[in-house]
DNA sequence: ACCCAATCTGACCAAACGGTCAATTTCGGA
DNA sequence: TCCGAAATTGACCGTTTGGTCAGATTGGGT
């Protein structure tokens, strides 16, 4: 491994379209191997995935993996940032200006359709906490602790105004983030049971809709109607 | 791998205490082994563990775990098969003639805690249906899903006497599966936001409860208080 | 046109792992 | 007591896998 980060002096405007063709190679080369990695250690998990699998389905040599991301520890380590930057960021609508049953009912629309739209990225997620996290020790202790603490008092300001009962807020996402994942993780238990060969937009809802009901009615909320969230949505 | 099957012609009455020397002895390794996999297959998943972890935790030489189980695929399907059949009886509480909230209740309670008891068998369990389920194919198009068909009826029914509000039935379990189980799938999650070095009986115990209130506000019942509840039960 | 660094890749290697086996020991029945 | 089946175990084997490397190729700067 050599200076792959020696940035070459002609680079362009900050690599815009214009970048050289071997930069743009590059980082095409990346992105397919990071799909095809994403999509292997979802089905195979960390130990069951295997860098000549991850090669084959980015069609690239395996040494090239090797070349681009050293080990397969750190290409794991490239795929699980990917995840968790989506991850903090989804619920960036919690926030105490915003009203509570908007806000949670948005929130687990999009968790339910991150499970829908990127179910791998989901599943590598459960599969490292599910083995005790060993690559997110410190993600979890600092990011998604200070995440929780932050939402906490969102939720002690919403009960204070006297906009919802009082809940235990940590439990209140554990809940919330096991039952919209789980229509990803799980999602081969979920086809069997409802008998879908492929889970369908209306299961997805449908599951939106249960959470949003469970959550709203225990915070002691009246549920907003489609149609009612629509027009709140538009006078924004 | 000779007669291991070909009971000898002295076995006392079915197994008793009074089993020979050499059966209990058989019985015993077979147990440790057993525990000893269901750990590390929860750890490592399945690809990840490696017999001779599994040998060394039974302490026992690797080559007596493949004298027992032949292969390490087989004892994977032991271990899993010991987890299913505690799981399908857990939901015996949800019959036509018993209360929806205690049902509920007692259901949720029971979950939550397999999860603090057993953390292992859940671990196991989800693994395998995150990876797809290669083994258990069958047993969720079939035992699972004739399990949500008989459970619905029960709802429905409960529904049709005005005992509680319509609710999507398969959805419900998915919700209850998933918020129950991940105390112990996700525990090291919810340890790091916890800050708690391990979690405590309150931390499940706020859990279920907070379930069940979501649960039964969801479904329009009125929440069956813990004195009342002990009540019910003692006048069984 | 020419050079050199970046990139690419087939071939290879050592370690880890699942599984086997032959040799030995342990018991239970006669 | 003695025999044979069951049980035990250390040593061994073929395969898989993560990772390396030397040599070939490519492309951009001059």
Redesign the interface.
Known sequence: MTGRNTRSSNVPTLLGPAASRRERRRLDSEARILTAAEQVFA??????ATTAVIAAKARLPKANVHYYFGTKERLYRRVLKRILDAWLASGDGIRADAEPASAFSDYIAAKVEASRRQPFAS?VF??E?????PQL?DY??EQ??RW?EDKAKVIDHWVARGLMRP??A??????I???T???A??D???R????RERLRPEDYS??A???T???L??CGIAEVTASRAAKRARRR
Request: charged share 15%; aromatic share 12%.
């Open positions: 089905e195979a998990g960390f130990s069951g599943k459960a599969n906490i599910l083995h005790g996290a020790t979890l202790a998604v602790r929780v809940v235990d940590p439990h209140l996402f554990f809940v983030w096991s039952a994942q789980t229509y993780d799980f081969c238990q979920i069997a049971v409802l008998k449908a599951g809709a249960l959470i009901r469970m959550v009615s225990a």
